[in-house]
């Protein structure tokens, strides 16, 4: 999981302590472990997922995220009932278009590399029209 994801999770969860909310058995047993690996010195960053393993970086998370955001409109986009109904060709033109427009809510990106990462595999699980700040590479801040 990405750093960026982890920290979104800990917001949330420190709103559902907060707010008096119970933790579920998953939460009470994903802490457990994670102190009980800090308690036997490992570091709390790495432990937690707050830290950047081998081969990946703040600038991949961002990459992830971004590719989420502009999946997420090319679904739409390519969505007969509820889009444009356009093909997927269409699509990557204009999303890579409005990615390098000032105010693009995107990173820029080369149609090239969208469609690249379109075909990916890797990046199936970016492909979701709908997310929430919690997902995994979701470009959505977390609000408390």
Partial sequence: MSRRTQQKRFLALSNQLESGGELT???????AKCFYAIGNGEDSNSVFGLSYDHGRSESDEKRRENLRLIFSWILVAIDNESGHGWTLKKALDEVASISVTKGSPFKPMSRNSIERAWYN????????????????????????
């Avoid at 058995?25 to 802490?31: F, R």
């Fill in 121 to 144: 595999k890797k990046y199936d699980y970016l492909k979701d029209q709908t997310f929430s700040a919690t997902d995994i590479d979701s470009p959505v801040a977390y609000r408390h």
């Fill in 25 to 31: 058995q998953e939460q009470l047993n994903y802490l």
